[in-house]
């Protein structure tokens, strides 16, 4: 199994920045990527970015340029800064690990972005 926590949600104005963390812990060897999940009310939850184990990102068309996913492999950690929020970024942030025997989701966490 592997446990997935995050941090660093919160309320910011619009233009604001915030960083997400996640650290898994658990049988983190099976892990071959980590990424970002959203889910706004109403809305189906959709792919943010998603970082390889061996470095290789993807973003949704919507935050390129303003999100950056990184990750730190010797602590099994993934990080999303998250630059020009917009209120239409506001939603829940949920991290994601993926290994070849499934998905692992963290509780998830907020992000509120005012205008």
């Known amino acids: 199994q592997v446990q997935l926590v995050e941090s660093g949600g919160g309320l910011v104005q619009a233009g604001g920045s915030l960083k997400l963390s996640c650290a898994a812990s658990?049988?983190?060897?099976?892990?071959?990527?980590m990424g970002w999940y959203r889910q706004a009310p109403g809305k189906q939850r959709e792919l943010v970015a998603i970082i390889a184990r061996a470095g290789s990102t993807t973003y949704t068309d919507s935050v390129k340029g303003r999100f950056t996913i990184s990750r730190d492999n010797t602590a099994n950690t993934v990080f999303l800064q998250m630059n020009s929020l917009k209120p239409e970024d506001t939603a829940v942030y949920y991290c994601n690990a993926y290994s070849v025997i499934g998905n692992y989701w963290g509780q998830g966490t907020q992000v509120t972005v005012s205008s």
């Open positions: 658990g049988s983190t060897w099976r892990i071959n990527g």
